[in-house]
């Protein structure tokens, strides 16, 4: 069960490509590292797999930032302005 969890985290979360120094930090990274595997199994409204999870979170971003970009773009009236309000 351990494995599993390593190689998602390592595949799907990046686990293995920060350097963190400071043991506050490490703390903080590690329950994040916990956390997120969770949102994945449960944060949609419905338990599934973290593969199922993992890719309808991202759906989800990918969709909210096309809103935001979509908003972003309607309250702009030339690019600089759009620009302005999306970054």
Same mark, same amino acid.
């Given at each position: 069960m351990a494995d599993i969890f390593f190689r998602q985290c390592k595949n799907k979360? $990046?686990?293995d490509s920060y350097q963190i &120094?400071? $043991?506050?930090?490490? &703390?903080?990274y590690w329950l994040l590292m916990s956390m997120a595997p969770c949102? =994945?199994?449960a944060g949609t409204g419905e338990f599934c797999? %973290? /593969?199922k999870g993992y890719h309808r979170i991202?759906?989800?971003i990918q969709t909210e930032k096309y809103q935001y970009l979509f &908003? =972003? $773009? #309607? /309250?702009?009236?030339? %690019?600089?302005? %759009?620009? #302005?309000? $999306?970054g």
């Open positions: 979360l $990046a686990l &120094r400071s $043991a506050q930090g490490i &703390r903080r949102m =994945c199994v797999s %973290f /593969e991202g759906s989800i &908003r =972003c $773009a #309607k /309250e702009s009236n030339d %690019f600089d302005a %759009f620009m #302005k309000l $999306a």
